[in-house]
């Protein structure tokens, strides 16, 4: 059973530019969550989606960033416009329906890089 | 809202002896989890230990334990006979149960302390 995957690992992007992080979630997973991680920092929740649906986008910055989980295919992470502050590395996780959507398993990242 | 505070940014420990990392929360949920994550230089977030608040016992994984005091609002990691491959950047995290309302969901997480273990 292949764990959470986001691609790409590493993204550069100059300013003004789109950023397109992708999360697939574990099999079975129908919970999807976006956090931030700014350097020397911990992990900013941003965004709580399930499949066709945002339940929570409140950790969302209200301009310039959306996300989506389609009902085919991976969840998508979407920054527009990037500026140097938007550096940082993006985790996806995914948890289970039931007893055990408690327990969040993590993707190993994207970092992007704004120059 | 809830917060969780890591005290110490840096530790060092010498291989084989154990070390304590310490957390502490602030919130005014009586039934919430807490977690211990690990982040080695790759950057993966590994689950190291979780912990009901409803439970008394403390969690043990193997080498890792919990050191869980409710009424202190702290939850303190212990590992024993430290290993190279314990360096990594620890976190303590927080979550409220999937069975409450409102955003019971979200990881709250600390700002993480950076474990060095020595040869």
């Known amino acids: 059973n292949a764990g959470v995957m986001q691609n790409p690992r590493h993204l550069v992007r100059r300013r003004g530019q789109e950023a397109r992080l992708r999360c697939s979630p574990m099999k079975g997973h129908s919970h999807v969550y976006w956090y931030r991680q700014l350097p020397e920092e911990g992990l900013k929740f941003m965004v709580y989606l399930q499949k066709e649906n945002i339940i929570d986008e409140s950790g969302m910055p209200k301009e310039r960033f959306s996300a989506e989980f389609p009902k085919e295919g991976p969840s998508i992470l979407r920054i527009q416009q990037v500026v140097r502050g938007d550096s940082a590395a993006y985790f996806c996780?995914?948890?289970?329906?039931?007893?055990?959507?408690?327990?969040?398993?993590f993707g190993p990242g994207t970092r992007l890089t704004v120059t | 809202a809830q917060t969780v505070t890591q005290s110490q940014p840096e530790m060092s420990v010498q291989e084989a002896e154990t070390v304590t990392l310490s957390c502490t929360y602030d919130?005014?949920?009586?039934?919430?989890?807490l977690f211990w994550y690990k982040q080695p230089p790759s950057r993966q977030m590994i689950l190291v230990i979780r912990?009901?608040?409803?439970?008394?016992q403390n969690a043990t994984e193997n080498r890792f334990s919990v050191n869980f005091q409710k009424a202190a609002k702290s939850f303190s990691l212990k590992i024993s006979d430290s290993q190279l491959g314990d360096t990594a950047m620890y976190f303590c995290a927080f979550m409220k149960p999937v069975n409450s309302g409102g955003s019971n969901y979200k990881l709250t997480f600390g700002k993480g302390t950076l474990l060095t273990v020595n040869p």
């Open positions: 912990q009901e608040a409803y439970k008394q």
């Open positions: 919130t005014s949920e009586n039934n919430y989890y």
């Open positions: 996780a995914s948890s289970p329906e039931g007893q055990s959507k408690d327990e969040q398993y």
